[in-house]
């Protein structure tokens, strides 16, 4: 069997936690700041978890990485 491959993307997104959550950055934080609100910004700051709902397609692209 050929070795299972990380997805490139997914490596450079998100990282595994020791407890076996996947850890991201929030989206919408990155251009056309003027519009959005002072507190949207402020809560908009900060990692957050992966939903668990989504954690399926993670084990898929970071295989054997504990999830």
Do not use: D, Y
């Amino acid at each position: 069997m050929p070795k299972m491959k990380t997805k490139s993307a997914a490596k450079k997104r998100f990282r595994v936690r020791p407890g076996g959550t996947v850890k991201r950055g929030q989206a919408f934080k990155r251009h056309i700041l003027t519009k959005k609100t002072t507190k949207n910004k402020r809560q908009l700051r900060g990692a957050v978890s992966v939903h668990e709902t989504n954690m399926a397609s993670m084990a898929q692209m970071l295989p054997g990485r504990g999830i």
